[in-house]
């Protein structure tokens, strides 16, 4: 089984789905990677505050780096995870059948939640990293529980 997380910019919610994601499954059956639906960041490291949450949770998603979402993504990927709204809409398009498109699921469709959109803390404060890595913790450990 191969997952893709995918937000903006690739370095602060889908580094974290990645990391939380990888933390609950074993990685020689699942591979989890992440995207960014832009190329802002390419090639950086996580935000320095996704750094610090993950860490704190005793996840370490220092090996990762930013990288553009590609339509070729869908040959690689079972499952592609957006982290809101916008971003899967920008996925969608990218899509070159219904097969692809059937691919791409909001990551909080796997909670029982109203708002189906993990906020971008990027402009806010460390709070919303946190609040992030919650929410992202209860969706991956049940994605988690599917797979193993």
């Given at each position: 089984?191969?997952?893709?997380?995918?937000?903006?910019?690739?370095?602060?919610?889908?580094?974290?789905?990645?990391?939380?994601?990888?933390?609950?499954?074993?990685?020689?059956?699942?591979?989890?990677?992440?995207?960014?639906?832009?190329?802002?960041?390419?090639?950086?490291?996580p935000d320095p505050r996704s750094i610090q949450t993950?860490?704190?949770?005793g996840i370490d998603i220092t090996s990762q780096r930013?990288?553009?979402?590609?339509?070729?993504?869908?040959?690689?990927?079972?499952?592609?995870?957006?982290?809101?709204?916008?971003?899967?809409?920008?996925?969608?398009?990218?899509?070159?059948?219904?097969?692809?498109?059937?691919?791409?699921?909001?990551?909080?469709?796997?909670?029982?939640?109203?708002?189906?959109?993990?906020?971008?803390?990027?402009?806010?404060?460390?709070?919303g990293f946190e609040n992030v890595y919650k929410m992202?913790?209860?969706?991956?450990?049940?994605?988690?529980?599917?797979?193993?």
């Open positions: 089984m191969k997952i893709l997380m995918v937000c903006l910019g690739n370095i602060c919610r889908s580094p974290l789905a990645q990391g939380i994601l990888e933390s609950k499954v074993h990685t020689d059956r699942v591979y989890v990677d992440s995207a960014g639906t832009s190329g802002y960041h390419e090639g950086n490291l993950a860490k704190k949770y930013s990288r553009k979402f590609l339509a070729t993504d869908f040959d690689m990927f079972d499952v592609i995870y957006a982290m809101d709204e916008s971003n899967f809409e920008d996925i969608i398009q990218l899509s070159r059948n219904k097969e692809e498109a059937k691919k791409v699921k909001l990551i909080l469709d796997e909670l029982s939640n109203e708002d189906k959109n993990v906020p971008d803390p990027y402009h806010g404060g460390d709070q992202l913790e209860e969706a991956c450990e049940l994605i988690a529980s599917k797979l193993n």
